[in-house]
């Protein structure tokens, strides 16, 4: 299985400042042929279902705003809210769909 | 616009089997997968498995030996069933669909179910 790791567990940011979440997976998630990354973003707030944010790793969903954005290769992986909002205050995962069983980080709390 | 809706017991016994069913609107159950994911109170997610109408099913390995999904198209449902559940099943159940891919671009509400007797 590849294992998904984030960090950190949890972050406060204030109002209009940067949040950045990281995930490593155990092994590559970069599929050679298509050089696509198979690793997604989801954001889940209180009482909700997750939400998909970004998926190859740097592609917006329909829908969700563009100060939240996708980077990294591989192994190694970013998530970065460029100017964060209340609304956006959640638990935030990374998720793996190189291989099965398919795999979530552990999650990251994102605070005011 | 898709929508998932799980429904089932929200209370089993232990030892006995869980049984739930993802009702889908909106969009064909055809051409996509439908997997299900499990989130315990105040921990992170846990994908349980995934099929696609008319192909094999595959689990997660460490659920494999308990469960069983389906698809019933002439319904638009999906199920998911959980033999021989214990405490450490009781969970928040999310049915979710999935591209040719992999990644998860609608989820239903979720059911809580709780294992007690």
């Known amino acids: 299985d590849i294992v998904v790791t984030q960090a950190p567990d949890s972050l406060a940011v204030s109002l209009g400042e940067r949040a950045t979440i990281n995930c490593k997976s155990s092994q590559s998630v970069l599929y050679s042929s298509s050089n696509k990354n198979y690793l997604a973003w989801y954001q889940q707030k209180p009482g909700q279902p997750p939400k998909l944010l970004i998926y190859?790793?740097?592609t917006r969903e329909s829908g969700v705003p563009d100060r939240f954005s996708g980077s990294g290769s591989g192994t190694d992986f970013t998530l970065t809210i460029s100017s964060l909002q209340a609304e956006d205050v959640a638990v935030y995962y990374c998720q793996q769909y190189y291989s099965s069983p398919l795999t979530f980080g552990g999650g990251t709390k994102v605070e005011i | 616009q898709v929508q998932l809706q799980e429904s089932g017991p929200g209370l089993v016994q232990p030892s006995e089997t869980l049984s739930l069913t993802c009702t889908v609107s909106?969009?064909?159950?055809?051409?996509?997968?439908w997997s299900w994911i499990r989130q315990p109170a105040g921990k992170g997610l846990e994908w349980i498995g995934r099929?696609?109408?008319?192909?094999?099913?595959n689990y997660s390995p460490s659920l494999k030996s308990r469960v069983t999904m389906s698809v019933d198209t002439s319904k638009k449902e999906v199920s998911l069933k959980m033999r021989s559940v214990t405490a450490a099943d009781t969970a928040v159940y999310y049915c979710?669909?999935?591209?040719?891919?992999?990644?998860?671009?609608?989820w239903g509400q979720g059911r809580l179910v709780t294992v007690s007797s």
């Open positions: 909106g969009d064909s159950i055809n051409s996509y997968y």
């Open positions: 979710a669909r999935a591209g040719e891919y992999g990644f998860l671009d609608y």
């Open positions: 190859w790793a740097s």
């Open positions: 099929m696609y109408n008319g192909g094999s099913p």
